[in-house]
Structure formats: C-alpha cells, structure tokens
C-alpha cells in the first residue's frame, strides 16, 4: 500500500511540474507587438543577389508579413512545426540533393521561431538566406 501511494504521489507531483513549467512558458514567452511596424526583409539567392522588401505592417509573426511584402514569394511544406520554407522567389534549396536550406534571421542572428511563430516587432531586419550545408 505504501508503494502504491508513494507512486500516486510522485506521478502527482510529475503533473504539477508539468502544469507549473507550461504556465511560465506562456507567461514569459516573446510577444509579438500589435501595431504598424516597418521592416525590412531581404532575400539572398544562391548567386549572392539580394532584394529587399521593405514594408509597413501589422503582422504580428514573420508568415503573414512574408504574405504582404510585394513581389516576395515563397512555398514549402505545413508540418506540425508550420511551413517547411523550400523554395523562395522561384528558387527552390533541397537538402537532400546539395545540403542547401534557406536561413531565415532577424537583426543579424538566427531566428529562434519558425515562420508561423517568430514574432515581428518594428525596426526589425528580416534576412531569407540561401545557405549550403
């Protein structure tokens, strides 16, 4: 019985942790701003060309300011992390072939969010990088 009740216990307090560590998560979590913000989102081929887009929005996250910038076209796959970024302005990186992925970066460094999630605050500088692996 003592065993019993010393696992009933221990799962318990697994829950707790669980419930405790989700809730500070979503407390303390990056926050896209709500707003109009200007950005700026350049895209880098694999010749080393760039274009920039530069545009107002009141995207909250990286897809939907992706969706507003014009001329500026991309396509991948929906996985349960969001969209698998593949191909950019017509230019397709397939990993499985030569190693190439497109690198997506705000303000000089990785970005730590997917496209669906990464927050879009004003003043930021997007880069869409082809980049070889």
Known sequence: MKAN??????IVLVIVLIIALGAL????????????????????N?????VVYELKTDAEFLRQAMEEAEGLTFNGSESEYGLMVNEVNGEIADFS?????WSFNVN?????????TQPVLDGDA?????TLG
């Open 108 to 116: 000089g460094t990785y970005c730590n969010y997917g496209i669906d």
């Open 25 to 44: 998560y979503f407390v303390f979590r990056e926050k896209p701003v709500e707003g109009s913000k200007s950005i700026t989102i350049e895209v880098i």
């Open 5 to 10: 009740a010393k696992k009933i216990i221990g």
């Open 46 to 50: 694999s010749k080393s060309e760039s």
């Open 97 to 101: 072939v030569n190693g190439a992925y």
């Open 126 to 130: 997007f880069s869409i990088v082809y």
